[in-house]
């Protein structure tokens, strides 16, 4: 879905520059959301050099798990559905694998074959009332991990169903993310940060030695942070912030379902989650909006080297375990 520019204050990096190495940005609009990347480099034209590859990174993982475009890999698994099974890269195989271990430990609140509900839920703005609870049925019928079959040896996937779909809406952002960033190490880059739109992946320090830093909002004055923190070689997520929403009669429904009921979740704003990896963290981040706050943290604190802050529906703060706030500025804390 289209993301609004006004998401990007939801994590806000604080720029800095020194003598020599310097940072270069640049900014672009790809899998339907703004990308922020930024290298530390030597010269400009290194820095260009390696924001390239960064963005050809970026395009190629689009291509791939794209379900607008209808060829590729993943298009033809669902345009197969209940047919037949689709041979596909040993990528996208791996990433569905993955996909389906986290539908697990979520206890299928993290589903990517919810995506026949998105003929139901449109959240683009053309929606003009709310679907009938019998579509809902009909459509949620088709939405379940534990029917997508993955043939190991053959490398191939099935959709079991007629009309199954599956869509990298909720995870896609941050394995793109984190492949920029393991592709720009490679080419020995020592520092940078890749932002698609609030989901990030840094490595390295700034050019003046400082920690790359993200902020969460204050939900009580949205122009500002609530907390500062030092991110190091990690990942951090936010799922939702305060514009991605529609409302009807009153009530705010997100752009995330609940696999199970096919209706969108509530009752929460916005997850940030922290993770090694921002693929794991993008699709926690999600999951988290389904499985509620406290059943999220929960699940957060069983996971190693994974933190989150949370902000329900109230403007309460919730956080994992090993979260510790600095500066804090007035609000509610669960
Ligand atoms: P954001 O765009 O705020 O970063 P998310 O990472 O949470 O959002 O992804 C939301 C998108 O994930 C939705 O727009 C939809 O494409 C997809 N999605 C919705 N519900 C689920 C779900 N339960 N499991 C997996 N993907 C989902
Ligand atoms: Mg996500």
């Given at each position: 879905?289209?993301?609004?520019?006004?998401?990007?204050?939801?994590?806000?990096?604080?720029?800095?520059?020194?003598?020599?190495?310097?940072?270069?940005?640049?900014?672009?609009?790809?899998?339907?959301?703004?990308?922020?990347?930024?290298?530390?480099?030597?010269?400009?034209?290194?820095?260009?050099?390696?924001?390239?590859?960064?963005?050809?990174?970026?395009?190629?993982?689009?291509?791939?798990?794209?379900s607008w475009?209808k060829?590729?890999?993943t298009s033809k698994i669902n345009h197969n559905a209940g047919i037949k099974p689709v041979?596909?890269?040993?990528?996208?195989?791996?990433?569905?694998?993955?996909?389906?271990?986290?539908?697990?430990?979520?206890?299928?609140?993290?589903d990517i074959s919810y995506a026949s509900m998105d003929e139901i839920w449109k959240?683009?703005?053309?929606?003009?009332?709310?679907p009938s609870?019998e579509a809902i049925k009909k459509s949620v019928e088709k939405v379940g991990y534990k029917n997508i079959i993955?043939?190991?040896?053959?490398?191939?996937v099935f959709l079991k169903h007629k009309g199954m779909k599956i869509g990298?809406?909720?995870?896609?952002?941050?394995?793109?993310?984190?492949?920029?960033?393991?592709?720009?190490?490679?080419?020995?880059?020592?520092?940078?940060?890749?932002?698609?739109?609030?989901?990030?992946?840094?490595?390295?320090?700034?050019?003046?030695?400082?920690?790359?830093?993200?902020?969460?909002?204050?939900?009580?004055?949205?122009?500002?942070?609530?907390?500062?923190?030092?991110?190091?070689?990690?990942?951090?997520?936010?799922?939702?912030?305060?514009?991605?929403?529609?409302?009807?009669?009153?009530?705010?429904?997100?752009?995330?379902i609940?696999p199970k009921?096919g209706?969108?979740?509530?009752?929460?704003?916005?997850?940030?989650?922290?993770?090694?990896?921002?693929?794991?963290?993008?699709?926690?981040?999600?999951?988290?909006?389904?499985?509620?706050?406290?059943?999220?943290?929960?699940?957060?604190?069983?996971?190693?080297?994974?933190?989150?802050?949370?902000?329900?529906?109230?403007?309460?703060?919730?956080?994992?375990?090993?979260?510790?706030?600095?500066?804090?500025?007035?609000?509610?804390?669960?």
């Amino acid at each position: 879905m289209k993301i609004p520019f006004l998401i990007f204050f939801q994590i806000i990096l604080i720029q800095s520059v020194s003598a020599q190495d310097k940072k270069y940005d640049h900014v672009l609009k790809q899998m339907g959301s703004r990308f922020d990347i930024s290298v530390v480099a030597s010269s400009e034209e290194k820095g260009n050099k390696y924001i390239d590859i960064a963005i050809t990174e970026i395009k190629r993982i689009e291509k791939l798990i794209s379900s607008w475009d209808k060829h590729s890999e993943t298009s033809k698994i669902n345009h197969n559905a209940g047919i037949k099974p689709v041979k596909v890269s040993k990528e996208l195989f791996d990433l569905i694998n993955r996909s389906i271990q986290v539908s697990k430990i979520t206890n299928g609140a993290f589903d990517i074959s919810y995506a026949s509900m998105d003929e139901i839920w449109k959240f683009d703005g053309t929606m003009t009332e709310i679907p009938s609870a019998e579509a809902i049925k009909k459509s949620v019928e088709k939405v379940g991990y534990k029917n997508i079959i993955l043939n190991d040896n053959d490398q191939t996937v099935f959709l079991k169903h007629k009309g199954m779909k599956i869509g990298f809406g909720a995870i896609g952002k941050g394995y793109a993310a984190d492949k920029a960033k393991k592709l720009l190490q490679e080419k020995g880059v020592r520092a940078g940060l890749i932002n698609a739109s609030g989901d990030l992946n840094c490595w390295g320090k700034q050019p003046d030695g400082q920690s790359w830093k993200a902020g969460i909002i204050n939900p009580l004055n949205k122009n500002k942070i609530y907390s500062w923190f030092d991110i190091d070689n990690q990942a951090v997520v936010t799922s939702g912030n305060y514009e991605k929403f529609i409302y009807f009669d009153g009530k705010r429904y997100s752009h995330i379902i609940n696999p199970k009921t096919g209706y969108p979740a509530n009752g929460i704003v916005s997850a940030t989650v922290f993770a090694p990896k921002a693929e794991l963290a993008d699709a926690l981040a999600t999951s988290i909006f389904v499985m509620g706050a406290s059943v999220g943290i929960d699940l957060i604190n069983q996971l190693k080297g994974v933190e989150c802050v949370i902000i329900d529906d109230n403007n309460r703060i919730h956080n994992s375990k090993g979260i510790q706030f600095k500066n804090i500025i007035n609000s509610k804390k669960n």
